[in-house]
């Protein structure tokens, strides 16, 4: 099941698209051991993500998701679309040897960096197929500038899918419409493992990103639950 767009204030997608994140993570809130291992989804819960996949314009991850896990990001157990993936890498990191690379003339693969980033590995991704986009000159990859960009060139929808970095400062700045998490009941543990959202925190309860409950239902053996954004 692919549940409906939440109704969210239309101005704000004047400027960026909708933005769903989506997490499979274990009951103690991790999304991957502390060895980089994240596949934690029932197999009910992934075709309900690859559903949603099917049904976005972009699909888009952190680089460190793409250094540990080198994910495809394509659509698999259903029919459907493959979404334009978007990378968010601003030194471009990214391996000429990922995935997401080695396909990039069969699927659109966006790879966002800054002004930083090495011209050699920026030409050696163009060179693969990669749209390399430059978002600001800053550190990081600029997201309202890449958000921005991406809804110019048509993707009004995205899902993010992680890792915990790319999620809090997505969420932590305001550019996340909803969240939905499938909950595996597993207790994985770990200091130093990834969880949902990670970056800075807030160091107040009522600095909080806060959320309202939407809905859940059970998907095989996880829990996933559906949260919109309380601005
Ligand atoms: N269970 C799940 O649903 C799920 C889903 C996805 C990932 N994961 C797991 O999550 C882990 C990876 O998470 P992660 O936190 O290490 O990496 P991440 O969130 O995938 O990527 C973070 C990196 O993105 C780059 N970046 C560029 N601009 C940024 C910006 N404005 N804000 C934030 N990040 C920016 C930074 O590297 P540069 O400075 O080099 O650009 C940053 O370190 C992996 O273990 C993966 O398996 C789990």
Not at 27 to 51: C, F, N, W, Y
Not at 111 to 117: D, F
Not at 204 to 216: E, K, P, S, T
Request: glycine share 10%; aromatic share 4%.
């Amino acid at each position: 099941m692919v549940w409906e767009t939440l109704r969210s204030n239309p101005r704000k997608h004047d400027k960026r698209p909708y933005v769903l994140l989506n997490s499979a993570m274990s009951v103690d809130g991790k999304i991957a051991t502390v060895g980089g291992e994240s596949r934690l989804s029932s197999p009910a819960d992934l075709k309900r993500v690859h559903a949603i996949r099917a049904s976005v314009d972009g699909i888009m991850v952190g680089i460190g998701t793409v250094l540990v896990d080198d994910p495809k990001l394509t659509v698999k157990f259903v029919r459907g679309p493959n979404p334009t993936r978007v990378i968010v890498d601003s030194r471009a990191r990214t391996p000429p040897t990922a995935n997401v690379v080695i396909s990039a003339r069969q699927v659109p693969t966006i790879i966002a960096v800054t002004s930083r980033a090495p011209l050699k590995r920026v030409s050696a991704l163009e060179r693969a197929g990669a749209n390399v986009l430059v978002c600001g000159n800053g550190s990081k990859v600029s997201l309202p500038i890449l958000l921005g960009r991406l809804q110019r060139m048509g993707i009004k929808k995205i899902l993010l899918e992680g890792g915990g970095t790319l999620n809090w400062s997505m969420v932590s700045r305001g550019y996340v419409d909803e969240v939905t998490v499938a909950i595996s009941p597993k207790i994985l543990g770990g200091a130093r493992a990834k969880t949902l959202a990670d970056g800075e925190g807030v160091a107040r309860i009522r600095d909080a990103v806060r959320l309202r409950y939407i809905g859940a239902k059970k998907y095989g053996t996880d829990i996933v639950v559906r949260y919109g954004l309380l601005t």
